[in-house]
């Protein structure tokens, strides 16, 4: 019952969300876009928005096969390594067997969970700072940095299961460190990124992919968690977890494309044209 308020009350606030402009001026309904646009930005900016949906809109629908097109490529990169990476970061493991890591580590359950609720506490809270930020700051930068965080968290825990030190409350002040720098970095960017990256009509379908592979890549995580932690031991794991994200650093250095203060159509026509 308790899991049921909260889904009970996104269901009622999917009520006042309004359609995507783009979307609705793509099917004719352009006048309904003006007047979300107007909305969100104001009447002489909602004017300038149409104009540029117009020049970037088509009336086809997209194909899965358009995002290995040449000019989508590097796009779809972006958007299955975030997605990968996300996962791989290890951030579904320690929320799926956090209770069961921090007992092994020495906690009694009932501390075990206790510790968890003050995780989860944290993580909601980083992930305002997100909402706050992300416009403020940019993407890469708070991308950039709070990888850099999740690895040195991560290297941290890895240390402290080597050394098998049984402080609960180091344990769970580094985890916390870990799911706070993810909430406001890797967590929410990559859908950003992801979402904004690709034109109108193939988003969806570019989401669906990077969206399959984020589910894939939890599913692989989560069941190998288990048997690398009895083989190689939690330490291994965790610096294994750092290891990828260290990947992820270097790739929002030189890879990853700042989108930031740019519309949908600035960002599709910044990507480059193919031969004809």
């Given at each position: ?117 003050i995780i989860g506490a944290v993580k909601m809270l980083f992930t305002m700072v997100a909402l706050w930020r992300i416009d403020r700051t940019g993407r890469r930068p708070l991308l950039f940095w709070g990888t850099i965080g999740c ?126």
């Amino acid at each position: 019952m308790a899991a049921t308020l909260p889904a009970v009350l996104f269901a009622l606030a999917t009520l006042f969300i309004p359609e995507s402009p783009r979307w609705l001026a793509m099917v004719g309904r352009e006048r309904r876009a003006r007047e979300v646009l107007a909305r969100i930005e104001g009447k002489d900016a909602a004017e300038e928005s149409i104009l540029g949906i117009r020049a970037t809109i088509t009336d086809a629908t997209g194909r899965f096969s358009e995002l290995l097109r040449a000019r989508w490529r590097k796009a779809l990169v972006v958007a299955i390594f975030l997605a990968l990476v996300s996962e791989f970061s290890g951030i579904t493991v320690v929320l799926y067997y956090g209770p069961d890591i921090l007992t092994q580590a020495g906690l009694q359950l009932s501390d075990a969970l206790s510790g968890f609720v003050i995780i989860g506490a944290v993580k909601m809270l980083f992930t305002m700072v997100a909402l706050w930020r992300i416009d403020r700051t940019g993407r890469r930068p708070l991308l950039f940095w709070g990888t850099i965080g999740c690895c040195v968290a991560l290297a941290s825990l890895g240390v402290f299961f080597a050394l098998q030190q049984t402080s609960g409350i180091a344990l769970v002040t580094l985890i916390g460190l870990f799911c706070a720098f993810f909430a406001f970095s890797v967590g929410p960017i990559k859908w950003v990124v992801i979402s904004e990256i690709f034109p109108t009509r193939i988003r969806g379908r570019a989401v669906a992919a990077a969206t399959t592979a984020i589910w894939l890549a939890d599913a692989v995580a989560n069941y190998l968690f288990p048997w690398a932690r009895d083989t190689y031991g939690a330490s291994m794991c965790f610096f294994a977890f750092a290891l990828v994200l260290a990947s992820q650093i270097l790739f929002v250095r030189f890879i990853m494309p700042e989108t930031r203060g740019r519309t949908l159509e600035e960002i599709e026509r910044s990507w480059p044209q193919e031969n004809r």
